[in-house]
Nanobody, 122 residues
Framework: QLVESGGGLVQTGDSLRLSCKASGRTFNYYTVGWFRQAPGKEREFVAVNRWSGSNTDYADFAKGRFTISRDSAENMVYLHMDNLKAEDTAVYYC?????????????????WGQGTQVTVSS
């Protein structure tokens, strides 16, 4: 089970850190990713961190503003978001891929959290 936290209502330009904790399993050896879904839109890729090689990748809109990280000792994954914009408003989901594919596609992920709402007010 994955549980996200840290969402909320912020203003344009603010920062926010989302957290994702795994219970009953470890993130070790898994690719972990963050996705988001705005009302009326499909779920989209935000950031990914692959266990093997520690490779990370970001969606174009996230580059330079968002940072994905993991704390293996605490079994946590984070998404730090800076300079938030109104268009970042969405439900943010963390996900884990047991095959460690490093994929940016939702269908490659086995485990999903319930999501946390991020609302950026302009």
């Amino acid at each position: 089970q994955l549980v996200e936290s840290g969402g909320g209502l912020v203003q344009t330009g603010d920062s926010l850190r989302l957290s994702c904790k795994a219970s009953g399993r470890t993130f070790n050896y898994y690719t972990v990713g963050w996705f988001r879904q705005a009302p009326g839109k499909e779920r989209e890729f935000v950031a990914v961190n692959r266990w093997s090689g520690s490779n990370t990748d970001y969606a174009d809109f996230a580059k330079g503003r968002f940072t994905i990280s993991r704390d293996s000792a605490e079994n946590m994954v984070y998404l730090h978001m800076d300079n938030l914009k109104a268009e970042d408003t969405a439900v943010y989901y963390c996900a884990a891929d047991s095959l460690d594919s490093g994929s940016v596609k939702t269908y490659n992920y086995d485990y999903w959290g319930q999501g946390t709402q991020v609302t950026v007010s302009s």
